[in-house]
């Protein structure tokens, strides 16, 4: 670039030798271009950072499977009682609206446990009889018993899991049901059979009342 600059200040009729006023055109010329170089050289990490602050901000789309609701795996007690109740009360609703003479309803389940799970066990017993004798030499049976149980594990694809047998359903503490049609006595007798059918439960565990 400085051989540029000598070519295009000087002349074919100028003697060779450079006059101090071509130097100073040199020396501001190479200022200004260290000036440029230095911000050049300074805004290329600004534009870096930018870039990485822009793909650090960009966040994964969530996982469907985590944010699937119900039955999950990591609800407390209450919650899952209270998931429970709402299936039911969602079933009964549905199938109650489909009977003859039944208008809209309004469904409330009280349920008293989550639901049991059965698991297989490895079970042993042991008995053992030992015949004692007094100073009188007289001989009496004396009989230990033991039990020991282990639950049945098998491998899962991350950790040990019992081999379960089979679930129990929760049971049903109490039912309400507020319906149209209810003051009917054989609609009110469709109810509640078709609640003691469907959830298993005793008739004077079940209240119908009749809907506005």
């Known amino acids: 670039m400085l051989n540029s600059l000598k070519k295009i200040i000087q002349s074919k009729d100028e003697p060779k030798k450079m006059k101090p006023l071509h130097y100073l055109i040199i020396l501001l010329c ?15 990490p600004d534009i870096a950072r930018e870039q990485e602050g822009a793909y650090s901000s960009v966040q994964p789309p969530d996982d469907p499977l ?15 009682i209270r998931e ?22 309004e469904v409330m389940v009280n349920l008293d446990s989550t639901p049991e799970v059965v698991v297989e066990k490895n079970r042993e017993q042991r008995q053992a009889t030992t ?4 100073k009188e030499k007289a001989t009496r049976a004396q009989s230990d018993q033991s039990r020991n149980e282990q639950v049945v594990v098998m491998n899962g694809s991350k950790q040990e899991q019992p081999v379960i047998v089979k679930t129990l359903k929760p049971k049903v503490r109490g039912v309400l ?5 209810a003051e ?5 007798a469709w109810i509640t059979e078709a609640v003691q059918k469907t959830l298993e439960v005793p008739a004077y565990k079940i209240a119908i009342l009749p809907k506005k």
Not at 37 to 44: E, G, I, K, N, V
Not at 66 to 71: D, G, L
Request: glycine letters at 10%.
């Open 131 to 134: 015949n004692e004798t007094d």
């Open 30 to 44: 190479l200022g200004a271009a260290f000036m440029i170089f230095t911000d050049f050289l300074s805004f290329a």
């Open 177 to 181: 049901v507020v319906a149209k049609g």
């Open 66 to 80: 985590k944010s699937a609701p119900a039955f999950s795996s990591n609800a407390t007690g209450g919650d899952l």
């Open 84 to 105: 429970y109740e709402n299936r039911y009360e969602t079933q009964l609703k549905d199938i109650l609206e489909k009977v003859t003479g039944v208008g809209s309803v």
């Open 184 to 188: 009917n006595i054989q609609v009110k």
